[in-house]
């Protein structure tokens, strides 16, 4: 598991770019490796001249390598002053208790030198010679200044922001295995969302959804049974919606805005048209849908369940036993030795 794998790397340095801006930090990422997977955000003169010189450059390997040591070890980002005595910090990116990288930013100054007394000095040797140039006094100078409250606000709101985006990312990605999964069974139907189109975080939602619709329909066949149920003008936005919808947890309301009507209209047109209330309706179809996973599959019961959009494992198992008198442990097991 790789930062370059599970994140667009353009759409992160654009990304990047921006809040270094809006921070007055200098940031960039780089792997558990230490190796920059990204281009540095706004760095400061002062700072590229020191790491274009090999000695120097060294001690500022060691600064960010202890940092990010640092910040693996307490999981929260790690404030502390480089040999120069210039404030960084380190953002650790941790996934299933796994270090796959940082975010390193800082090249700032406090206003006052009281301000870090708290902070760790990384390395204590001696800079001195490094002033000796007007032009790089002048450099050291040009580094902004920002408080040491304003540098802990922006060191969470980084580790809280680096933990989400990496966090949709993930999930984007074991979407998009799914559906290359589940696309292999054959007779899968595309779902809306296109799943080569490059999904934004925006609609990461839609992309779960439609997701979970992938999977029920691989092994749920509902042959033309749906357009049969009703034939009311009126609630077919609702049928309709309840069929592609397998997954989801549906709501009379929902249902009834869908249709334009409302719910209590709903709820009376829709036990005449289909002979019994919605929500039975809803939970015998879902029953009948778990019974088709329950043979096809070897899911586990709580899965069915959350693929079906019951709200609880427990809920699923009462409501399947009040149709078909047994537990779906039971059924399979049934259906199992009957098949045998």
Known sequence: MTLDKILDIQKWQNLQDSLAEVTKLAIITVDYKGVPITRHSSPRLFCQYLRSQPDLEKMCHKCDSRGGLEAVRINAPYIYLCHCNIVDLA???????KYIGATLAGEIRLPESKQGAQLERILLSPTRHIFR???LVQMYKEIPFLSFHEIQN??????????????EAMNKNL??????????????EKPKVAAASGY????????????????????????GANPSVCKNPVLRPAINYIFENKGENITQIQMAQLCHIST??????????????FSSFVSRLKVEWSKQLLEKTDLPVTQISDELGFSEPGYYIKTFKKFEKVTPATYRKYYAESSN
């Open 264 to 277: 209590s209209h709903f709820s009376r047109l829709f036990a005449k048209e289909v002979g019994e209330g």
């Open 200 to 223: 934004s975080l925006d609609n990461i939602a839609q992309v779960k959804k439609a997701m979970g619709n992938v999977i029920t329909s691989a092994y749920i066949k509902t042959t």
């Open 91 to 97: 953002i650790p990116i941790i996934i299933d208790g």
């Open 133 to 135: 140039s007007k032009e």
């Open 175 to 188: 979407i998009l295995e799914m559906y290359e999964k589940m696309a292999t069974i054959g007779e899968v």
């Open 154 to 167: 922006v060191a969470k709101m980084l580790f809280d922001l680096c933990g989400y985006i990496v966090e």
